[in-house]
């Protein structure tokens, strides 16, 4: 009761000390909460180097990976860029290494700067220290994008775009129909890829080793393109050669066409012996191996005979032993053709003469078959004659 009638009586100063508190306390939200103003608050001051303020202004917010530590003081300008004075809450432990990025909240600006370390280890910044430039990246300024929008846009033909908006709408045409078709048909080309997953990875794994494959014989690709161009470039020059080869190569083709012609037969029967010999040589291949060896070693023998600035010689004059075949000889003046003698063995009996041939080799006792069979005249020739 007492309290209460000294309020009636005094109420007209417990409102205006209400009010009072009212607005100190709103003065203190506003000022620590909105305005982000810590009287209490112990930070330190870090000074970031840029190339440009890319918006930048005072009491923009500084953060860690998005999260906010502190705020920036001023940015001043220098003579190779701008200088910007952060304040940082002291219970922040900021590492010093990274990159600084000036980011924008959104689209309408609200630029502040992010710490985008590589690590969370130290060493972590002091008061006092300074982020060069080098370690600082800013967005492309206004001006910069208008200029580039400006040159893109300059190289844009209003015909070509007229006609592209006509296609478009031509396209179109058929309004959420054809819409629908172009939804379903891409759901069913995934549906499909879907079922053929695994080739699907097998072939972007074989492409990527294509691509690894063309990737190591760039230089190569590189040196086939030069040449492919040095080649264009003699070939355009020789223009007037190729021209006149061009225009001279139908009489020509006629001629060979005539000599072709003239030696149809001829070259039928070439071939024809070539083959024959061609057989001969593949039925002859182990002899021919096993003489190409030996030829080398007998040409290397020769080399032996020279020595000292001189040829060494050594002749033996003792005749060697010879064996008489009996075969025939005919006069080379006769035309026609004779068979040589089927049956043809060496007459020789002397121990000293290594005869060779199947019909020489050791036989047991009552074996006759080394020499002609029976009731053979030695007359014989291969064609019967």
């Not at 500084?62 to 220098?78: C, E, F, K, N, Y």
């Not at 070509?160 to 045409?173: F, G, H, K, P, V």
């Not at 172009?182 to 097998?202: H, N, Q, R, Y």
């Not at 061009?246 to 149809?264: E, G, Q």
Request: hydrophobic letters at 40%.
């Amino acid at each position: 009761m007492i309290l209460r009638h000294w309020v009636n009586r005094h109420r007209v100063l417990v409102s205006n000390t209400a009010l009072v508190l009212v607005l100190l306390m709103g003065t203190a939200y506003l000022t620590i909460g909105a305005l982000r103003i810590d009287p209490f608050a112990n930070d330190y001051r870090v000074t970031v180097r840029l190339d440009g303020s890319g918006g930048l202004q005072a009491n923009g917010d500084v953060s860690v990976r998005g999260q906010r530590i502190g705020r920036v003081v001023a940015v001043d300008i220098t003579d190779d860029g701008v200088e910007a004075q952060l304040d940082i809450a002291a219970v922040h432990r900021v590492p010093a290494d990274g990159t600084v990025v000036v980011a924008a909240l959104s689209a309408a600006g609200e630029q502040y700067i992010d710490f985008r370390p590589d690590s969370d280890d130290g060493p972590y910044l002091v008061d006092g220290d300074v982020v060069e430039q080098d370690r600082t990246n800013t967005p492309v300024p206004f001006a910069t994008m208008l200029v580039g929008v400006t040159d893109v846009v300059s190289q844009i033909d209003p015909a070509q775009l007229s006609s592209i908006i006509d296609e478009l709408d031509t396209a179109m045409a058929g309004g959420p129909a054809q819409l629908q078709a172009i939804v379903d048909g891409g759901a069913a080309l995934l549906a499909g890829l879907d079922s053929v997953l695994p080739e699907t990875i097998t072939l972007i794994r074989t492409g990527r080793t294509l691509l690894q494959t063309v990737g190591d014989i760039e230089p190569d690709l590189t040196r086939l393109a030069l040449g492919g161009t040095s080649l264009a470039e003699q070939l355009a020059a020789s223009d007037a050669e190729i021209r006149a080869l061009l225009d001279d190569t139908p009489a020509r083709l006629d001629s060979v066409k005539a000599v072709v012609a003239d030696n149809r037969n001829t070259g039928g029967d070439l071939l024809k012996n070539l083959a024959r010999i061609a057989r001969a040589a593949r039925l002859h291949t182990p002899a021919i191996e096993a003489l190409f060896p030996a030829m080398s070693a007998g040409a290397g023998a020769f080399g032996l005979a020279g020595h000292d600035n001189q040829l060494n010689v050594v002749a033996d004059p003792y005749p060697r032993p010879t064996c008489d075949y009996l075969n025939p000889t005919v006069s080379p003046s006769i035309a026609a053709m004779t068979p040589p003698l089927k049956y043809m063995y060496c007459n020789s009996t002397d121990p000293g003469i290594q005869v060779r041939g199947a019909q020489n080799v050791p036989r047991p006792p009552g074996d006759d078959t080394g020499g002609p069979p029976a009731g053979s005249t030695g007359k014989e020739r291969v064609a019967g004659g």
